[in-house]
């Protein structure tokens, strides 16, 4: 029998990818092996979306190369499907497949073992207009399950490169979306978490369908307890989506909204298709139909020709509007964007102090939305043991408001909806005491 191994680099959607791959080989009758251990096949899914991403994906096919230089060395992923050139160039890279194509993979493998020359299947990306069906029935030891609804972005945001690596909008057939969630429903996950390059887009390219209206059908699927948006653009938080939320009984009380700058002249630099009244606007009708809303955010810090003051208008807007996290990244310069051919590169020790501020702020915003739920009972969904103190008989979990909660349980109640009463709220865990499993027939409370 022959093995494979995997390493996955980058976002939740290349993960998806890296399961979906597996079932690939595991139908062809190989075994999954540990990346670091001896294997007949190596598959590393890239990651392009800073340079050094390319870089990292680099080291980890050299060190595939240098583990068994025997296997067959396979590349996929965003940054095989920007740079095959550059892939191919390493000694010991045999196959090059980018972001689409993926069930050729195996026939390539074939192929390869018979006439011993490389392979280079990247195409053009650009060109692709249909969505690539890759399934995933189940996931490696994951309690929440992602499921992809749809792949690339037409947005060319300055900083960018994803279109070049995945391509414009395609969305997934909404059958075959509500298949999978019924699969994985089958498979013992109680949440949902729906992904893709540009997630919030979905539909746009559809004649008589939208989010809200995958949102209403997925609503349907029995045994199905929680839905999570994994990021939505707030250009795309319609009337229809917030009253789809309003009225939903799954779809959760956390939403990770993109705000990337707090002020407009810098949105603008960075071609993103808002401006802070609308963002401000949009979060406001969003708590209304959610009260207790948690909203997550990313944020770029030094972007090219951010002054002090407008990264003041970015801190003001964060603090005024009180997200409940932040991902704070500093600007870094990616090959082949607009951004990084700008002027007036911010210098990294500016842009070093503005993240900390923004990361500090992030603390203080994240401690000040948990303490509102000291002493109540949250839904809480437990994923693994806490491997902080092993010997504590804690485990950690997220509630549906995307709270990390650690608190006393069993293997047992990994994957179970539990009510967990918080007796201490904190940044980044918050304590919490098993009250009990959740209800099978109750329904799913909106904390």
């Given amino acids: 029998m022959s093995s494979v191994a995997f390493h996955t680099l980058g976002c939740k959607v290349n993960h998806y990818e890296t399961e979906a791959i597996w079932q690939l080989f595991k139908e062809k009758g190989y075994e999954k092996t ?3 251990k001896n294997s007949d096949v190596y598959v590393i899914n890239t990651c392009t979306v800073t340079n050094t991403g390319d870089k990292k994906s680099r080291q980890v096919i050299r060190r595939a190369v240098r583990k068994n230089p025997e296997a067959i060395v396979c590349v ?21 497949v980018g972001t689409q194509d993926r069930e050729k993979m195996l026939s390539y493998i074939e192929q390869f073992k018979k006439e011993r020359q490389p392979i280079n299947g990247v195409g053009n990306i650009m060109k692709t207009r249909v969505y690539e069906e890759l399934d995933v029935p189940s996931f490696t030891d994951r309690t929440r399950a992602s499921l992809k609804i749809q792949e690339g972005c037409n947005n060319f945001c300055t900083f960018c490169i994803i279109p070049w690596a995945r391509g414009l909008l395609r969305s997934r057939e909404p059958d075959a979306v509500l ?48 839905i999570r948006i994994s990021s939505i653009e707030a250009s795309q938080i319609t009337d229809e989506v917030i009253n789809v939320i309003h009225q939903s009984e799954k779809i959760v009380n956390h939403l990770h909204i993109p705000l990337q700058a707090g002020s407009n002249t810098v949105l603008k630099r960075m071609r993103r298709k808002y401006t802070m009244e609308f963002f401000a606007e949009r979060l406001e009708k969003l708590k209304k139909a959610l009260p207790g809303l948690a909203v997550t955010s990313d944020v770029i810090v030094g972007f090219p020709g951010e002054t002090e003051e407008e ?26 964007t607009p951004a990084a051919r700008m002027q007036n590169q911010v210098d990294d020790e500016v842009k070093n102090k503005r993240v900390h501020r923004l990361i500090e702020l992030s603390t203080q915003l994240a401690k000040e939305y948990a303490s509102t739920y ?51 709220s904190g940044y980044p865990y918050n304590e919490g005491d098993f009250v009990r499993v959740a209800d099978a027939h109750e329904k799913m409370m909106k904390v």
């Fill in 34 to 36: 540990d990346f670091d």
């Fill in 179 to 226: 298949a999978q969630a019924a699969q994985l429903v089958e498979a013992g996950y109680k949440e949902i978490v729906l992904t893709g390059i540009h997630t919030g887009g979905y539909g746009e390219d559809m004649k008589d369908y939208s989010l809200a209206k995958l949102l209403v059908d997925l609503e349907t699927i029995e045994g199905l307890k929680r």
């Fill in 311 to 336: 990264f003041e208008e970015t801190f003001s807007f964060i603090a005024e509007h009180k997200f409940s996290e932040l991902h704070v990244f500093p600007y870094s310069k990616r090959t082949g």
């Fill in 374 to 424: 000291e002493g109540e009972v949250l839904d809480v969904i437990p994923e693994e043991k806490d491997k902080e103190n092993p010997g504590s008989g804690c485990y950690i979990g997220y509630s549906s408001n995307y709270m990390k909660v650690r608190f006393p349980a069993s293997d047992n109640l990994i994957g179970k909806i539990v009510k967990v009463k918080i007796t201490k």
């Fill in 76 to 96: 996929t992923g965003c940054y095989a499907q920007t740079s095959p050139a550059e892939i191919m160039n390493i000694p010991g890279v045999d196959i090059v």
